[in-house]
């Protein structure tokens, strides 16, 4: 059975604590980090932006499923270390999830509005599933290593390392992959408990 959704903030292990909002908008620069991709003002509007940061590193154990509820944005100033799959599936709301070190885990699901930035490295033992809108977003500005980029969604902005095979899309990627994906919760389902996506 697959793991239930919660928020970065009561994620096992997490230790998110507030910061204001002068202080965060100061520190944190996301037009910067987002490689002049998005600002505050694209995701917030004029309404006050909710800082959380949780200090040192953010280990997960075992398959981790993360859906957010209210807007907010979520530094770690360390790296996020996950033993087992990261599914972030963010519906309607943005909580950009920056990681100020590296992120490691065996793969990477993002969904919808799912926002990652990066400034370490992203290392993944397994694949990189960027299934997403246009307001995914997804920056790397370390080194990058990934088994397999797959891209059923074509949208988003997604700024990786040059290293970065191209993606498997459109009918490449239709015609590889497990004939039991059929819908976005599903590939949800197969990246959480380890299953194979593509035929080969």
Known sequence: MSPKAQPYT???GARFEPLATEVGLERYSLIEVSDDSVNYEDLFGGRDVTFVVHEGTLSLSGPTYVGNEDP???VVEGDVIVDGPLVIRDVGVYVPLWIKGSLIASDLLLVHEAQVFIEGDLKLTGNLVTNGTDATHLVVHGEAQVGAWLRPSQRGAIYLPASIPDPIEGDALVA???????????WVE???AGQ?????
Do not use: A, F, G, Y
């Not at 590889?176 to 599903?186: E, G, I, V």
């Open 196 to 200: 194979r996506l593509l035929r080969d």
């Open 72 to 74: 907010m944005v979520c």
């Open 176 to 186: 590889r992959l497990s004939p039991t994906l059929s819908s976005s919760q599903s």
């Open 10 to 12: 009561t994620l096992t």
């Open 190 to 192: 197969h990246v959480l």
